[in-house]
């Protein structure tokens, strides 16, 4: 690869260029048509001879002045006097019968003529079939040449990548441990082709990376690239379903003989799944560009040798969705998954964002880290990226702790919203409420501990009070889950201790508790019906498949369903109720603390009230 050339153009996007096929050929083109059209004009006016009126013919026809005439296509009239010699012309206005009959009379020669068309007129006349000739041959080109020479809608737009612009390497992935052992093969074999395939290793064409949006897969393979020191084409799925038909098809056949040539390579396609779904499902019937797409992909990914050193990697976060055609031997026959992050993978993500930024030293990157459960990649990036510009507002020159606390509960609430529309009876009752959800916190054996609470209000919520779970759970037990629900709770309760009535704001409280507590029962099979699952899937639509709904159990199930999750809801009101009744006290200086300091941390509630959390008293 041209070294210069690479260093010039940085994301050397391919340029999209109205080619017309051939330059010079279309400058001749409008340079004839101006010409012509110029000509016809200039020979349109008659000179030589002088114009005149049909009635002064007519007049000079009377008088005896005309020598003779030629009649032009039975309009035109040119004429010689007799005095004079001098020519004429004039236009006959309507299909004069007598004229001749009168040239006759007159005794004036006169003939007839036919004016011989001219090149230019012929030209003109021929000029539409022209235009549809040189259409239909810049098609038939475009449908030959790969599509690479006509329009520009049959380019692939792929964005390439080349080897001098910053280069992602493993390194900056972070986590994803096993993604990236399984795409070490990918890079040894982009390395060096030949050598690895004289080992006889079976090279995989395509690797479908499987997760989530967020997940990091762009970046993974972008990193293979790097890795291997190879060029990147990343091209979406999307960019290939166009309005025009047969375009998404030229365009796969353009990327991948832009990419032969210049191998090895990695090819990505994002978003594989608006491509690659199941042909002939879906809504509205087929569609037929999609799939034309879908077919040429398959043809060009069967095409190929090994030994020709591309890879394809694509994404999908919905592998379920996808033609098996794709994931047939030969084509996309791997799968990397691509996880969640965990806690650990999560303090790693964050560590290497936070390290291009200048921290005080106060950052703790591993509490942030774990109160950003099921955080992807992305979020956790982007979370480094609002703390910064939380600093920048701040007109800090370093980052600290609370502007990622800051950021943390913006990208989880919202911005914070004016209370200074609150009165402050209604701040104290959103503290005693956010109060009862806390200090349960700390009476339950098995709950999360405390993050912090506040009483800012943020997006939908007036106040908040967080859990900072320990470790990511997979499993999730029992009591745990009770606990959960009982927390849940703690704001309604408060709300019936001081009030002897609840508000609205309750609602998503109890919405989350009855969730709890109905998976317990219909899914997790922890309640009195016994390990049972309920269970009723409902596949989502736009899945491209069938779609599913089905209730496997009678009405009269139903019915002990509901008052199986009764039974647990109404335990935990009770229990949760007998733990608050019992420490009003501490309630009541959290709520105080809390009206006055709008929001708590975890240490500062135990410091200040003085509690140990159950939890730890006990182990
Ligand atoms: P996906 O393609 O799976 O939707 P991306 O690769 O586009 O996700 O990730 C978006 C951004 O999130 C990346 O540019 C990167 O900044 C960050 N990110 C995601 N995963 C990781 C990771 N494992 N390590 C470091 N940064 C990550
Ligand atoms: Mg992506
Ligand atoms: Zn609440």
Redesign the pocket.
């Known amino acids: 690869m041209d070294k210069e050339e690479n260093q010039s153009e940085k994301k050397n996007k391919e340029k999209p260029r109205f080619d017309f096929g051939n330059n010079r050929f279309a400058l001749l083109f409008i340079v004839l048509l101006v010409g012509m059209i110029f000509f016809v004009m200039v020979n349109n006016s008659n000179s030589g001879s002088s114009r005149i009126a049909y009635s002064q013919f007519l007049a000079y026809l009377e008088e005896n002045r005309i020598a003779s005439v030629e009649i032009t296509d039975q309009r035109e009239i040119n004429g010689v006097l007799k005095s004079t010699q001098e020519s004429f012309t004039t236009i006959i206005p309507y299909l004069d019968s007598t004229l001749v009959a009168r040239l006759e009379e007159k005794g004036v020669r006169f003939t007839g003529a036919v004016k011989p068309l001219s090149f230019f007129q012929i030209l003109i006349n021929l000029l539409p079939w022209i235009f549809i000739l040189l259409f239909s041959w810049f098609m038939f080109r475009q449908v030959q040449n790969n599509g690479n020479r006509a329009f520009t809608f049959g380019r692939s737009s792929a964005k390439k990548y080349t080897d001098t612009e910053k280069k992602i390497t493993f390194k900056?992935?972070?986590?994803?441990v096993e993604a990236k052992r399984e795409l070490e093969d990918i890079v040894e074999y982009l390395r060096e082709p030949e050598s690895f395939m004289q080992i006889g290793a079976r090279v995989p064409k395509g690797i479908l990376l499987v997760?989530m949006?967020?997940?990091?897969?762009?970046?993974l393979a972008r990193a293979t690239a790097g890795e291997a020191g190879v060029s990147y084409f990343h091209i979406s799925g999307s960019d290939f379903v166009e309005m025009f038909v047969g375009v998404g098809a030229s365009r796969v056949r353009d990327l991948f003989s832009t990419a032969r040539r210049s191998s090895p390579c990695v090819i990505f396609i994002d978003e594989l799944d608006a491509v690659g779904r199941t042909r002939g499902a879906g809504y509205g019937g087929g569609h037929d560009e999609r799939e034309q797409t879908l077919n040429q992909m398959l043809v060009e990914m069967d095409g190929f040798e090994p030994k020709e050193g591309i890879i394809i990697l694509a994404?999908t976060n919905r592998p379920d969705v996808l033609d098996p055609a794709l994931l047939r031997p030969g084509r996309f026959d791997r799968h990397v998954q691509?996880d969640l992050?965990d806690m650990k993978e999560r303090e790693e993500?964050l560590k290497?964002?936070v390290g291009k930024l200048p921290t005080t030293d106060d950052v703790e990157v591993e509490k942030i880290a774990r109160a950003m459960p099921g955080a992807?990649?992305?979020d956790l990036?982007n979370l480094a990226n609002e703390a910064a510009l939380f600093a920048t507002r701040r007109k800090s020159q370093t980052v600290s702790h609370s502007d990622f606390e800051e950021a943390r509960d913006k990208i989880f609430m919202g911005m914070p919203r004016s209370s200074r529309l609150l009165t402050d009876e209604d701040k104290i009752k959103i503290a005693r409420h956010e109060a009862g959800h806390a200090l349960l916190h700390y009476f339950l054996k098995h709950a999360d501990p405390l993050h912090k609470v506040t009483i800012i209000p943020r997006g939908q919520a007036l106040g908040a009070a967080f859990s900072l779970p320990e470790r990511d759970q997979y499993n999730l037990e029992e009591p745990y889950l009770l606990d959960r629900i009982k927390i849940c709770y703690g704001g309604y309760i408060a709300e019936q201790l001081y009030y002897d009535k609840t508000s609205t704001g309750v609602k998503a409280d109890l919405k989350q508790a009855t969730e709890i507590a109905r998976r317990m029962v219909i899914e997790w099979g922890m309640s009195e019906l016994g390990p049972v699952a309920f269970a009723q899937e409902n596949e989502p639509i736009f899945l491209g498949k069938e779609i599913a709904t089905h209730k496997d159990y009678s009405e009269e199930t139903a019915q002990k369903i509901d008052k199986a999750i009764r039974t647990i809801l109404d335990y935990c009101v009770s229990e949760a109720k007998e733990i608050l009744r019992g420490k009003k006290n501490l309630l009541d200086s959290l709520s105080e603390l809390l009206f006055k300091s709008e929001t708590l941390s975890d240490r500062e509630i135990q410091e200040k009230l003085e509690i140990v959390p159950i939890r730890l008293a006990d182990n």
Request: cysteine-free; charged content about 10%; overall charge neutral.
């Open positions: 900056d992935v972070a986590g994803s997760g949006p967020g997940t990091g897969k762009t970046l994404a691509v992050p993500i290497l964002h992807t990649g992305a990036a």
